[in-house]
């Protein structure tokens, strides 16, 4: 992408695209709609990342650096890496020497260990001149441990990709025989294998003839095809148990506890292969090498392909997160993989905050020098548009120019902060996002705008945002008495409800995890039941107005499992079951918890959202898609905005304040070599769509023109629009939240052609640019032509016209007096049509 | 075979019009416009009306009401438990009626089971005019035992072909109408054994796979197995039970065959699975006869009428049709299993069939305008297998790991001690003195159907011979080359 100042000084600008002004209005219309299309061609960012830097660490290491087998079959792989000065890290597994100190005990074939004989000893890695031992412990070396249903097939199902969505997963199953989605369901898929199809699908008399095992090796027909080899070991272990007699398992079967995945991070060079290890822990105290059971999953296949075994091919520059999933866990680790020749190197640059210092470190690993501060005036105009949604005044402009204070920067920010305007948007972002808007069924219109001036008012008397949760969460009563229990009113269903929590409150989509484990994140069934479990007391009566809605909470109504069909008791999602015995109303106990620093997610949610609405883009982005498939781009900087905000009480202001005044903010849009492929690391400005709302609201106080929107006085702003059914087509066009839904990606800031040909030729700018008059009353003041054009470049840009924009522009007022004001109209019309206008840079 | 439907006909019970209690001076009618109208509009007008018509259903008038809903009549005057209406709201077929809504007083339900009961009657001015109800309780046998010695197997080779360190299921059992014989599917081999004695009596190979059905044909001489491997081969073999000979062969499906019966003249084999196609051949030279699409999943049970009028097939998802036997031209569409048919069979009269379900039910259809005669839940998690004794009581084997038997008008009798896993199959002897059943673990059991008592046990996995150095010793090969000798009855 282009920065923004770039484009002004672009060769299309010279050629007089952006104001063409020697053509009449159509032609110049035209060009313009060329440059338009222009600049939405090139506002495509493209997804490259810059190469890291890596981070200091020992040279020679082994994963898993403590191993323990704990039968005659336990093994484990080991992962031998070497990491540089630089630190690049090389798999050299192959190449090291591995051997075991009492080689009685302990063997170890192509980098697996397996054991012998019960004992304690150490596994010594040599490589070249670096060597290092990790202690090893054998248990019950003799004893084979019996063949488990749980812990040994419903892997295979996973790994050979049996049971995925597109097969036997799907709700229906595939071809007549059906599996849990990524086995959510272990004992159904154990009947569903053995006993539905009474004697199809295993043969216990003639193992070998079992359709499970000559369908998924495709000796048989097989929608399928191959899902393994004969004498594979997924294959083996189906033998295995089909020759036990196909056993299911006792009760007391361990439960898998946690996976790990190593190496956690990784620097590698274009080309280079590494291997990743898993291990399972399982409740009854043992571990597992899992690496051949996982699925590996990458995000990103260019930079990082991973295979069934879990071996990393590094492809291009880039990161990618490479993610292995066993039973319900998915854990991933992270791959960097850097061009062979990189120059290391980092300017040394101003740090306002720790935000700063935390956005450097990352670029610093990967090499990347941030941009330049921005001038004034485009930090003036970034900051008015982001705070207050407007653009500075000529005069508050030139104000702010010719203060000589150093901290002018820090002051206007406050100034911003403490404006109306700024309280007014952010009731706009959480009025979007509580889904405030009147419904046929549900919310009346009186009830919509109760709802929304309940919000005003708690955020302009900068109520901390964990009170506000909390209120909302625990609401009873009526819809117009409290008009916090709309909040119950916008959605009724019980999992409806216990799913837009998660998402608005911790930027979580739990929505898989209704009908199976979700798949590429921690939330299990029950996980998410207990979540729900919270908002199955919730009762709601008619009032005495019919328009109103009386919720209550308390009583009986608990949510079954589907699987189990037996209640699940309420449960803080990622955190405990409290107890609920002794409460009358569950939801109190959740909002007590959500908004609290308990609920890890909760600040690191709030706090990314305000980052993305600053910055462009979130830390984790889309902001409420967190799952540990989208990991953070900067955790550590995600990590401290939230504590900071949690230090704050939940202070909105004072979170807004460190990141509009970190440097991070105020940086450039232009980009240097190291910086322009950089989308996620905040290396330079980000050149943005302003959204919906605040286009209107700034096309019409540039032109000085009134709008009129339903229940709002005329000349009121599109941010304070109350209610989010309101209609309008300008900000359909633009992409404004229909309120419909929590996601985030209800507010469109993608620009269309639809938007470029209203702005071009449909009513809203070129009618309130005659309409406010604001050229004609310009010139009925006696004000030269010239300092007209000042001025509406002044109220559009925030800037004076350049020399060039003036040479161009000259000749057209010389031609023919009487036309000026036709000129200066179409001048206008110019810059508002114009990418420096519609964009925040 | 015209001398086969005489005969049965002779034996058909007809029930005549029956003078009912309500029409006998002293009991008040229950009629519809008295007492039962005031209950439809209280509880079931609001969706049931001209106007709404949920479900095509309008019983805001008599007429409407007799002239049911878009798919059944809903009332069979003077059969309250085969009349839909009367089995939807007391709850014992879904959907429950009321929806939404609570289940009907006792007193309503017993109003309308008395006034169904009672000819269902208009108003007080009306007669009851019941059809006559076929009666459950056949008493005696309605097929003549075929004149001679009931066929056995004679000098089989008794030698295993398979010998596995586990039995596997009893994959598939069949017993012989006339014989004390039963046939037992092992692990690619057919085992006969005397229902008597117990004994081995010979070992039919079936290399294509695992036997998945068995059944005799109606005069016991001959045995078909239907089978194969998963997504390979599916086929049926014939055997004559005397000789041990595999006599024909037919079918070359792409999967097991699932289902498969003989017509009683012996001319054709009728045959389902996986491909969900019905298909039947001509037993002379295997010509395929008909392939008919009509099933949504995968066939199941397939049984002919002992007097081969008719042709029952049920599938997986519960779909259970009724052929014409010859023409194979659809008949009835049985509908009312919520799971899928595992078995079906037919009571000696051919006038009932019984079907067993994975919804846990067997149901009895009459052929007579395949209606509904009697439901009844058997087994819980479902009824594997179905089969009738000569006189009309039936046994059942299903998940719970029992096996039971029901008196004609199914009404419980006994059940056997429940096997270690879940009953697959099971079956009466030649006289219904005994049943043979067995369960997924291999276990198979004779028991004493009187007492319940356990007999003995089977094996569907025979220890092969002591090696025998006599050179007399006949091995029987098995038959490679299917014979194409018509088979056919005269």
């Not at chain 2, 019905?278 to 995968?298: C, I, S």
């Amino acid at each position: 992408m282009k920065n923004h100042e770039g484009l002004f000084n672009s060769p299309s600008r010279a050629t007089g695209s952006l104001l063409p002004v020697p053509y009449p209005a159509r032609t110049m219309k035209i060009c313009s709609l060329l440059a338009l299309f222009a600049l939405l061609l090139t506002a495509r960012i493209t997804d490259t990342i810059a190469a890291p830097a890596p981070t200091a660490t020992a040279p020679l290491e082994v994963f898993p650096n403590i191993i323990t087998l704990e039968s005659s079959r336990d093994t484990q792989s080991l992962v031998v890496r070497l990491t540089d000065k630089q630190g690049i890290s090389y798999d050299v597994t192959s190449e090291a020497e591995i051997t075991v100190a009492d080689p009685s005990l302990a063997k170890v074939e192509s980098g697996t260990v397996k054991p012998i004989s019960d004992g304690a000893t150490k596994i010594k890695i040599k490589h070249k001149t670096n060597t290092i031992e990790i202690p090893l412990t054998i248990k019950e070396a003799k004893i084979d441990r019996p063949i488990s249903f749980k812990l040994d097939v419903m892997p295979v199902f996973l790994n050979s990709g049996c049971n995925t969505g597109a097969c036997h997963g799907a709700a229906r199953g595939k071809d007549g025989f059906r599996l849990s989605l990524f086995g959510y369901d272990p004992d159904g898929d154990y009947i569903r294998l053995t006993r539905e199809q009474t004697t199809r699908r295993i043969n216990l008399a003639i193992p070998e003839d079992s359709l499970m095992l000559t369908k998924g090796t495709g000796s048989v027909a097989h929608t399928g095809g191959t899902r393994f080899k004969e004498g594979s070991n997924n294959y083996k272990t189906l033998m295995r148990w089909l020759e036990a007699g196909a056993p299911s398992d006792p009760d007391t079967v361990a439960k898998p506890l946690s996976l790990e995945l190593y190496p956690q991070q990784m620097v590698i060079q274009e080309g280079a292969p590494h291997r990743l290890v898993a291990r399972a822990k399982y409740s009854d105290g043992t571990d597992r090498d899992v690496t051949n059971l996982c699925l590996f999953l990458t995000s990103n296949d260019n930079s990082a392909a991973v295979t069934p075994t879990g071996q990393i091919t590094a492809g291009k520059r880039g990161e990618a997160f490479v993610m292995a999933r066993f039973a319900t866990f998915t854990v991933g680790s992270q791959v960097i993989v850097i061009p062979k020749n990189v120059n290391s190197g980092f300017p040394s640059v101003r740090e306002n905050n720790y935000i700063d210092t935390l956005v450097n470190n990352k670029l610093k690993k990967l090499r990347i020098t941030p941009s330049e501060l921005c001038t004034d005036d485009i930090f003036m105009r970034r900051a008015y548009i982001d705070i207050i949604g407007m653009v500075p005044t000529r005069e508050e402009l030139e104000k702010f120019m010719a203060s000589k204070d150093a901290r002018k920067r820090e002051k206007l920010v406050d100034e911003l902060l403490n404006r109306k305007e700024f309280v007014e948007m952010w009731v706009m972002k959480w009025a979007e996002l509580l889904k405030i808007r009147s419904n046929q069924d549900r919310v009346s219109y009186k009830a919509a705008v109760q709802y929304y001036s309940w919000l005003q008012d708690k955020i302009a008397k900068n109520v901390p945002f964990d009170q506000i949760v909390q209120d909302l969460l625990s609401a009873t009563g009526g819809t117009f008495n409290n008009p916090a229990t709309n909040y119950y009113q916008v959605d009724t269903e019980t999992l409806k409800l216990a799913e837009n929590t998660a998402q608005v409150f911790m930027g979580m989509r739990i929505q898989c995890a209704q009908c199976h484990n979700h798949p590429f994140d921690r939330w299990t069934m029950t996980d998410y039941y207990g979540f729900a479990s919270f908002f199955t007391q919730v009762q709601r009566k008619r009032g005495e107005d019919p328009r109103e809605t009386i919720v209550t909470a308390g009583g009986g109504g608990e949510i079954n499992h589907p699987v189990s069909g037996k209640p699940i008791p309420p449960k803080f999602l990622g955190g405990e079951s409290p107890d609920v015995s002794g409460a009358k109303d569950r939801r109190v106990l959740l909002a007590k918890w959500l908004a609290s620093p308990d609920n890890p997610y909760f600040a690191r949610n709030l706090a990314n959202i305000v980052w993305a609405h600053f910055l462009g883009r979130g830390i984790i982005e889309p902001v409420d898609d967190v799952r540990i498939s989208n990991p953070p781009s900067n955790p550590e900087l995600l990590d401290a905005l939230a504590s900071h905000f949690t230090e704050y009480k939940y202070d909105f202001k004072r979170l807004v304040k460190d990141i509009c005044t970190s440097r991070t903010y105020q940086l450039s849009t232009r980009t240097n070599p190291t910086n322009e492929g950089d989308t996620r690391n905040f290396a330079h400005g980000m050149v943005r769509r302003i959204r919906a709302e605040v286009l209107l609201d700034t096309i019409t106080e540039v032109t000085e023109t009134r709008e009129k929107f339903k229940g709002l006085p005329l000349g009121a702003r599109a941010v304070q629009i109350a209610d989010g059914g309101t209609t309008n087509y300008f900000l359909t066009t633009f992409g404004r939240a229909t309120r419909d839904t929590v996601c985030s990606c209800e507010v469109k800031m993608e620009p269309n052609l639809s938007q470029a040909l209203h702005l071009l030729n449909g009513s809203t700018v070129q009618q309130k640019v005659s309409q406010g008059g604001v050229v004609k009353r310009m010139l009925d003041e006696k004000k030269l032509p010239g300092e007209v054009i000042d001025e509406l470049y002044l109220r559009c840009f925030s800037r004076k016209p350049t020399k060039q924009e003036y040479d161009a522009l000259a000749p057209l007022i010389l031609e023919d007096p009487k036309e000026i004001p036709k000129v200066l109209e179409d001048v206008f019309w110019a810059l508002l049509n114009s990418q420096e206008f519609i964009f925040n840079h | 075979m015209i001398r086969l439907q005489r005969i049965a006909f002779a034996f058909l019970i007809c029930v005549p019009a029956v003078a009912l209690a309500a029409d006998s001076p002293g009991a008040a009618k229950i009629t519809y416009q008295d007492q039962i109208l005031p209950l439809f509009r209280n509880s079931c007008l609001n969706c049931h009306n001209p106007d709404k018509k949920k479900g095509g259903l309008d019983i805001s008038s008599y007429s409407a009401a007799m002239a049911g809903s878009d798919s059944q009549k809903v009332i069979i005057p003077g059969d309250p438990d085969g009349s839909v209406l009367y089995r939807l709201v007391t709850h014992s077929d879904e959907p429950k009626m009321p929806q939404k809504a609570d289940k009907l007083p006792a007193k309503d339900l017993d109003l309308i089971k008395q006034w169904i009961a009672g000819g269902a009657l208009e108003n007080s001015g009306s007669k009851a005019v019941i059809k006559p109800k076929l009666d459950l309780g056949v008493a005696t046998p309605t097929i003549a035992r075929p004149a001679g010695p009931p066929p056995m197997p004679k000098g089989l080779s008794l030698e295993p072909l398979v010998r596995t360190k586990r039995p596997g299921p009893l994959n598939a059992l069949a017993a012989s109408p006339w014989a004390p014989l039963a046939a037992i599917g092992g692990q690619k081999q057919i085992l006969l054994y005397h229902t008597q004695t117990l004994e081995l009596l010979g070992v039919l190979p079936f290399p294509e796979g695992l036997p998945e059905c068995l059944t005799f044909s109606r005069n016991g001489q001959l045995l078909l197995c239907g089978g194969g491997q998963g997504a390979k081969l599916g086929r049926v073999a014939v055997w004559d039970i005397t000789t041990g000979k595999r006599i024909t062969e037919v079918g070359d499906e792409f999967d097991v065959v699932l289902a498969a019966d003989i017509s009683p003249d012996q001319k054709e084999i009728a045959l389902g699975g996986p491909a969900k196609m019905l298909r039947v051949f001509a037993t002379t030279d295997g010509e395929k006869l008909h392939n008919v699409k009509k099933h949504t999943d995968w066939i199941t049970a397939v049984a002919y009428s002992p007097d081969g009028k008719w042709l029952a097939t049920g599938d997986r998802s519960g779909g259970l049709y009724v052929w014409e036997g010859k023409t194979v031209r659809e008949y009835y569409t049985l509908s009312g299993h919520k799971g899928g048919i595992t078995s079906l069979a037919y009571r000696d009269d051919s006038k009932l069939l019984a079907s067993a379900s994975e919804d846990g039910s067997i149901k009895l259809w009459n052929m007579d305008g395949g209606t509904q005669a009697k439901n009844w839940n058997a087994h819980s998690g479902g009824v594997l297998s179905v089969s009738f004794t000569h006189d009309g009581r039936l046994t059942s084997a299903g998940r719970d790991k029992t096996t039971k038997t029901w008196k004609p008008d199914g009404a419980a009798e006994k059940t056997f001690d429940a096997f270690p896993d879940i009953a697959l199959h099971t079956a009466f002897n030649d006289d219904g003195s005994r049943v043979i059943s067995g369960d997924w673990s291999g276990a198979i059991r004779v028991f004493n159907t009187a007492d319940g008592k356990k007999l003995g046990d089977l094996t569907p996995n025979p220890k092969p011979l002591p090696p025998d150095p006599s050179p007399t010793a006949t091995t029987l090969k098995p038959a490679t080359q299917p014979t194409t000798k018509p088979i056919a009855r005269k």
